[in-house]
């Protein structure tokens, strides 16, 4: 059974960092690309980063292009992002995705950025 579970939110000033985590179960995970997303309120849930097999390639939105780092270690079936420089509009549910079959998604995790 697939599973995604993120963790690492929290509240976090102007500023600020945070590095969240996405442990993977269920699959194969090195065989396997894997995706940041986040959903504001109100907002369309949209690709923060993505990270290949052996995570030598990566991609970012525009949004957080040099401020977030995506990263992975396949010997602890898990993903990072690390977030720096935070914005209040980075104040999202930040979720975990992988495609195998078919897509599958974590629980989120609840980064709020504010002063």
């Known amino acids: 059974q697939v599973q995604l579970v993120e963790s690492g939110g929290g509240l976090v000033q102007p500023g600020g960092s945070l590095r969240l985590s996405c442990a993977a179960s269920?699959?194969?995970?090195?065989?396997?690309?894997m995706y940041w997303y986040r959903q504001a309120p109100g907002k369309q849930r949209e690709l923060v980063a993505q990270i290949d097999r052996g995570g030598s390639s990566t991609n970012y939105a525009d949004s957080v292009k040099g401020r977030f780092t995506i990263s992975r270690d396949n010997t602890k079936n898990t993903m990072y992002l690390q977030m720096n420089s935070l914005r209040p509009e980075d104040t999202a549910v930040y979720y975990c995705k992988v495609n195998v079959i078919d897509a599958y998604w974590g629980q989120g995790t609840q980064v709020t950025v504010s002063s």
């Open positions: 269920g699959f194969t995970f090195g065989n396997n690309y």
